[in-house]
C-alpha cells in the first residue's frame, strides 16, 4: 500500500503560482509513475502531469509550458510548480501513484480567481 499526502493548494488571482507538493509513506523510486490530476465539478478527472520512475513526464495540453512536475528522491515527495495559472485551472488536485494498483491522496482545492 501508498499512502500519499497532498499539501500546498489554496487561493490565488489569475497570472499567480502555487506549488503542490505529495508526500509518499515508501520509496517513490519503487513506484513506477505518480502524477497530479484534476477534478471540476460536472467534469471527468483528467491528467494534470504525470512523471515516470526514470523522470521522463508528460502534460496535459492545457498546462504545457505553465506547470511543472518533479520529484525529490530523497523526501519521497512529488511537486507540481503551477505558473500563470487561470480561473479554468481550479480544481480540486489529487495526486496519484502506480504501485501494484493506484493510489490516490485525499486531494487539495485549488482556487483560481479572476
Known amino acids: 500500500q501508498v499512502q500519499l499526502v497532498e499539501s500546498g493548494g489554496g487561493l490565488v488571482q489569475a497570472g499567480g503560482s502555487l506549488r503542490l507538493s505529495c508526500t509518499a509513506s515508501r520509496n517513490i523510486l519503487r513506484i513506477n509513475d505518480m502524477g497530479w490530476y484534476r477534478h471540476t465539478p460536472g467534469k471527468q478527472r483528467e491528467l494534470v502531469a504525470r512523471?515516470?520512475?526514470?523522470?521522463?513526464?508528460n502534460y496535459a495540453d492545457s498546462v504545457k509550458g505553465r506547470f511543472t512536475i518533479s520529484r525529490d528522491n530523497a523526501k519521497n515527495t512529488v511537486y507540481l510548480q503551477m505558473n500563470s495559472l487561470k480561473p479554468e485551472d481550479t480544481a480540486v488536485y489529487y495526486c496519484a501513484a502506480e504501485y501494484y494498483g493506484i493510489y490516490w491522496g485525499q486531494g487539495t482545492q485549488v482556487t483560481v480567481s479572476s
Open positions: 512523471i515516470t520512475s526514470g523522470g521522463n513526464t
